[in-house]
């Protein structure tokens, strides 16, 4: 039982390049969210999902997508990577969205862009 | 506006002594309040919550205290160990309601021995 993972731990990209944040867990949980960490600022919800097919925006969704076509998988995606995506992005999982105090989380993916 | 703030942004405390971490909000509608637990390298994790019907909940060494009335909550660590060090997130949200978590920028605890 892996837990939630994450793919890559780092990663430097320049202005302007796409790339994918990849998120799996193994426990079967219906709930999958995507955070961002800036210092100071806490975690905050860019885009979670409720079931497999059901997307929803969290609180900074603006330059990233999400798609759940499986249970397991919660890729997140950077179409034109901006210097103000530089943080660390972190994938959390919970049984459902009534359980998300509990919810686990990834180790992190700290993403630079330059 | 940052609705959940944690104004240290860092606290040193003598092993064996009390730690007090502290979060204020500003979100009336907040009913229901969390502390997670953060290691370098490492997600989070849920340590402790309390709901807004009550002012004190208790696990072990933690205990979190709520004042409605002052927007304020914090959380207790006795005695603090050395395995405690870690930044610790005050988050908060409104039940019933999304389920949506907001959280504090954090308050890094360094606990010497």
């Known amino acids: 039982n892996a837990g939630v993972t994450q793919t890559p731990k780092f990663q430097v990209l320049k202005t302007g390049q796409s790339m994918t944040l990849q998120c799996a867990q193994d426990?079967?949980?219906?709930?999958m969210s995507w955070y961002r960490q800036d210092p100071g600022m806490g975690l905050r919800l860019i885009h979670y999902?409720?079931?497999?097919?059901?997307?929803d925006q969290g609180e900074v969704p603006n330059g990233y997508n999400v798609s759940r076509s499986t249970t397991e998988d919660f890729p997140l995606r950077l179409l034109s990577a901006a210097p103000s995506q530089t943080s660390v992005y972190f994938c959390?999982?919970?049984?459902?969205?009534?359980?998300?105090?509990?919810?686990?989380f990834g180790p992190g993916t700290r993403l630079t862009v330059t | 506006d940052q609705q959940v703030k944690q104004n240290s942004p860092s606290l040193s405390v003598q092993e064996g002594r009390i730690s007090i971490l502290n979060c204020d909000y500003t979100?009336?509608?907040?009913?229901?309040f969390l502390w997670y637990k953060k290691y370098p390298a490492e997600g989070p994790t849920f340590l402790i919550s309390?709901?807004?019907?009550?002012d004190k909940n208790e696990d072990g060494r933690f205990t979190v205290f709520l004042n409605k009335s002052a927007k304020h909550l914090s959380l207790h660590i006795v005695p603090s160990q050395p395995g405690d060090s870690a930044v610790y997130f005050c988050?908060?949200?409104?039940?019933?309601?999304?389920?949506?978590?907001?959280f504090g920028g954090g308050t890094r605890l360094m606990v010497k021995p």
């Open positions: 959390a999982s919970s049984r459902d969205r009534e359980f998300v105090d509990e919810q686990y």
């Open positions: 426990m079967n949980h219906e709930y």
């Open positions: 999902s409720v079931g497999a097919g059901i997307t």
């Open positions: 979100n009336s509608m907040f009913d229901y």
């Open positions: 309390i709901s807004s019907i009550k």
């Open positions: 988050a908060a949200k409104i039940e019933n309601a999304g389920n949506m978590l907001t």
